[in-house]
């Protein structure tokens, strides 16, 4: 079954180390499938002759909970329209 919320990958790096290792992160962000959180995904693996090592760790916010900081913390900024126009 597709995801219905795919994610947007905000950072995505290969690096390959002079011992031969090879090193992919990747960091995402999406929706809930209920749309009521969001999450936030860091992916790291790390290959090299021993083998491959990898760790996945996710957080999660409250869409209604970030909506609320970005409220109490942002810098608002309003528009207006010149009803002359």
Same mark, same amino acid.
Request: with cysteine.
């Given at each position: 079954?597709?995801?219905? =919320?795919?994610?947007?990958?905000?950072?995505?790096?290969?690096?390959?180390?002079? =011992?031969?290792?090879?090193?992919?992160?990747?960091?995402?962000?999406?929706?809930?499938?209920?749309?009521?959180?969001?999450?936030?995904?860091?992916?790291?693996?790390?290959?090299?002759?021993?083998?491959?090592?990898?760790?996945?760790?996710?957080?999660?916010?409250?869409?209604?909970?970030?909506?609320?900081?970005?409220?109490?913390?942002?810098?608002?900024?309003?528009?207006?329209?010149?009803?002359?126009?």
């Amino acid at each position: 079954m597709p995801c219905e =919320n795919p994610a947007m990958i905000l950072e995505q790096r290969l690096v390959k180390r002079a =011992n031969a290792a090879l090193h992919c992160r990747e960091t995402s962000l999406r929706l809930s499938s209920d749309r009521d959180t969001l999450v936030l995904s860091r992916y790291i693996e790390h290959y090299s002759h021993e083998g491959v090592q990898w760790v996945e760790s996710t957080h999660t916010v409250p869409v209604r909970a970030l909506l609320k900081w970005m409220i109490s913390h942002g810098e608002p900024q309003t528009l207006s329209q010149d009803k002359d126009l």
